[in-house]
């Protein structure tokens, strides 16, 4: 279900969307998020809102879930002027996240250096992450991703040890036992 207040351009504009029973592939999805425009009074800044409030997915075996949550804010930094031109909007976002993975390990998550969004670039291509995953051997590390091109590459920080990583590499169904 979705719920539009009003257009997207007029303050307070928001969108609400409910997934209830939703599902893809034996994939569930429960919970809710909104995105409001949060402009300030005067200013010709678009700010956009997204928080999202106990977003569970269901994995096909029926007894893991991932949860999410995020209060994040989107700044429209380029682009507004070309309103039907959308291939030269940028915007940043900056917020926090949290939930728990799969086997219930609860995580939380802040972007301190923002996170530029470009529609011409499907990776995320600039932006500092601190992670904290309390009462883990690894408690804390950062997530820093390569803000000179747009690739699936970044880098993860923990205990001192930056290790590099590929994106297309962690979700790829394993091939081992095929024929």
């Known amino acids: 279900m979705a719920a539009v207040t009003q257009d997207f351009t007029d303050t307070s504009g928001k969108a609400t969307i409910t997934f209830n029973d939703y599902a893809v592939e034996n994939h569930w999805l429960s ?37 999410w949550n995020c209060n994040q804010n989107y700044y429209w930094v380029e682009g507004r002027d070309t309103p039907q031109n959308f291939d030269d909007d940028v915007f940043e976002v900056l917020g926090t996240a ?26 995320v291509s600039g932006g500092l992450v601190e992670i904290d995953v309390p009462g883990q051997d690894i408690e804390d590390g950062k997530i820093m991703y390569n ?33």
């Open 31 to 67: 919970g809710s998020f909104s995105i409001e425009l949060k402009k300030p009074a005067g200013e010709e800044e678009y700010i956009y809102n997204l928080l999202a409030q106990d977003i569970v997915l269901h994995l096909p075996d029926s007894i893991h879930t991932l949860v």
């Open 98 to 123: 949290s939930g728990t993975d799969i086997d219930g390990v609860s995580y939380s998550c802040k972007i301190l250096e923002a996170i530029p969004l470009f529609r011409y670039c499907a990776w």
């Open 147 to 179: 803000s000179e091109a747009c690739d699936p590459f970044f880098n993860l920080e923990f205990n001192g040890m930056v290790f590099t990583e590929n994106l297309l590499n962690m979700y790829r169904p394993s091939l081992e036992g095929a024929k």
